[in-house]
């Protein structure tokens, strides 16, 4: 997830998250170097915070930074843990909030846009202009 500079690797519900495994390669790696081989084959500026392994019954959350012990997550665990793994969201570039920002500017300026044109109009209060302005406006935020 090159956003939040995270790389998980899955595994199935009956592996070990701390047991070698055979790779194609010949080598032997637990899941959590599986990752970090992943994670270091990547340009230095695509290169993960934080690894987590999963085998759907728990996390090992491992951050980078501090090169500490894992954080372990069991599932049954995650409702009440799951700010855990708030690093998944990346807030600066959550997509929701920065389109909710640029509606709401976006709604700014066709409210001012409005009341400038509003402003024009020889009977700007009458029913039928205030209906025309009305669909102007809809019309030019179509194409806009």
């Avoid at 519900?13 to 047991?19: A, F």
């Avoid at 993960?48 to 954080?71: A, H, S």
């Avoid at 024009?120 to 179509?142: A, G, H, M």
Wanted: net charge negative; hydrophobic share 35%.
């Amino acid at each position: 997830m090159p956003d939040t500079k995270v790389i998980i690797e899955q595994k199935s519900l009956s592996e070990s998250l701390s047991q070698e495994k055979s790779q194609s390669d010949g080598s032997t790696l637990t899941p959590y170097e599986q990752a970090q081989r992943y994670g270091s084959s990547l340009p230095y500026s695509m290169r993960p915070r934080w690894i987590v392994v999963c085998n759907f019954k728990e996390f090992l959350i491992y951050d980078m930074e501090t090169l500490g012990e894992p954080q372990k997550i069991f599932l049954e665990d995650l409702p009440d843990k799951f700010h855990a793994l708030d690093f998944l969201i990346d807030e600066k570039k959550n997509k929701l909030r920065i389109e909710l920002e640029l509606s709401l500017k976006a709604g700014e300026i066709v409210g001012k846009l409005y009341d400038a044109l509003h402003s024009q109009y020889i009977n700007p209060n009458d029913e039928n202009s205030l209906t025309s302005l009305n669909k102007l406006c809809v019309r030019l935020v179509f194409c806009l």
